[in-house]
Nanobody, 130 residues
Framework: QAHFVESGGGSVQPGGSLRLSCVASGFTLGVYPIGWFRQAPEKKREGVSC????????YYVDSVKGRFTISRDTVKGTVYLQMNNLKPEDSATYYC???????????????????????WGQGTVVTVSS
């Protein structure tokens, strides 16, 4: 059973930076693609970034491309999301999970790929406001 514990969220002003961490357990991090997702109040959860386990490629949706960077440390079992130049529309609860990374028609897509026995973590809250 996969288990995720996210941390690193906080309140920042527009243009600021945060680094999120996610400790993944219950599976081998290096074997599965892993992604970051976010959910703003009254909105659907959306995938924002993905780290491929096959070729170590990274994927970003258009809204965060050039500002966010995903990385992982398989020894520590931890995934990171460095977020720079944050905008108010980045405010959300952020989660990590097993993911499916796709690149289609010049765009990246990130979808969750959790098994029935897996569970979402509690997430970490990011608030960007002046």
């Amino acid at each position: 059973q996969a288990h995720f514990v996210e941390s690193g969220g906080g309140s920042v002003q527009p243009g600021g930076s945060l680094r999120l961490s996610c400790v993944a357990s219950g599976f081998t991090l290096g074997v599965y693609p892993i992604g970051w997702f976010r959910q703003a109040p009254e909105k659907k959860r959306e995938g924002v970034s993905c780290f491929s386990s096959t070729d170590l490629s990274t994927y970003y949706v258009d809204s965060v491309k050039g500002r966010f960077t995903i990385s992982r440390d398989t020894v520590k079992g931890t995934v990171y999301l460095q977020m720079n130049n944050l905008k108010p529309e980045d405010s959300a609860t952020y989660y990590c999970a097993k993911a499916e990374c796709k690149h289609l028609y010049f765009k990246d897509y990130v979808t969750a790929d959790l098994q029935a026995s897996d569970a979402w973590g509690q997430g970490t809250v990011v608030t960007v406001s002046s």
